[in-house]
């Protein structure tokens, strides 16, 4: 069973750019959580799909932030524009969680430096 | 209060020693409790799942569970260097509302296993 794929690996942007980031999830899992996890700090949720539909973004800042997951399979995360304090590794996870999945499985991650 | 909190950290241990972890959480409800090792640069790995009270064995880890103390723990008993990591404590709150299936995570106790 292929993981969750992400990419790119590395991003360095200068502030005020832009940058998106994409995930795969694995085949048949309908639930989707985009995490940032900041240097020696847990992973904190941005934002969670069920299908291509919305369960929580409380803590996505939307005003920088976007999020899709047009077709319920891929998804996409944007900063416009991005700012210093956004440097951190942005981890996709992904599982059946409205099936009982409790276990959540995580992409290796993109590491976003903010100059 | 932080949601979910772990003792600080780093901790060092020597090789073949018993290193013990401990994490609170703040929602009473919570019903899924998770041990996640991360080696640097990696994303995060379940190692044990808790969901009842008590003690719950798996090889040379041992998850502790305590609810009325809203107090979770990891027990690596034999440690090897190989268990030198960053190891993350995560909550599933209790089902209902938006917050069901939103994983909240620890900010991470850093563990080194010395020869």
């Known amino acids: 069973e292929a993981g969750v794929a992400q990419s790119p690996r590395y991003k360095i942007i200068e502030k005020r750019q832009s940058v998106a980031f994409w995930c795969n999830p694995i085949?048949?899992?309908?639930?989707l959580y985009w995490y940032q996890q900041i240097l020696g700090q847990g992973p904190k949720l941005l934002i969670q799909?069920?299908?291509?539909?919305?369960?929580?973004d409380s803590q996505l800042p939307k005003d920088r932030f976007s999020a899709e997951r047009l077709k319920g399979v891929d998804s996409t995360l944007k900063i416009q524009p991005a700012k210093l304090e956004d440097s951190a590794v942005y981890l996709c996870?992904?599982?059946?969680?409205?099936?009982?999945?409790?276990?959540?499985?995580f992409g290796q991650g993109t590491r976003l430096t903010v100059v | 209060q932080k949601e979910v909190e772990q003792n600080s950290g780093p901790l060092s241990v020597p090789e073949g020693a018993i290193a013990s972890l401990n994490c609170t959480y703040s929602?009473?409800?919570?019903?899924?409790f998770f041990w996640y090792r991360q080696y640097s640069g990696k994303s995060p790995e379940l190692i044990m799942s808790?969901?009842?009270?008590g003690d719950k064995e798996d090889g040379r880890f041992t998850a502790q569970l305590n609810k009325a103390s809203q107090y979770v723990s990891l027990l690596i008993r034999d440690s090897q260097p190989s268990d030198s990591a960053t190891y993350l404590c995560?909550?599933?709150?209790?089902?209902?509302?938006?917050?069901?299936?939103?994983?909240?995570f620890g900010q991470g106790t850093i563990l080194t296993v010395h020869p």
């Open positions: 799909f069920q299908n291509n539909g919305v369960v929580d």
């Open positions: 085949s048949g899992h309908a639930t």
């Open positions: 808790i969901y009842s009270n």
């Open positions: 929602d009473r409800g919570s019903q899924s």
């Open positions: 995560a909550v599933l709150p209790n089902a209902g509302g938006t917050s069901y299936g939103k994983l909240t």
């Open positions: 996870a992904s599982n059946n969680h409205m099936q009982g999945d409790t276990e959540a499985f």
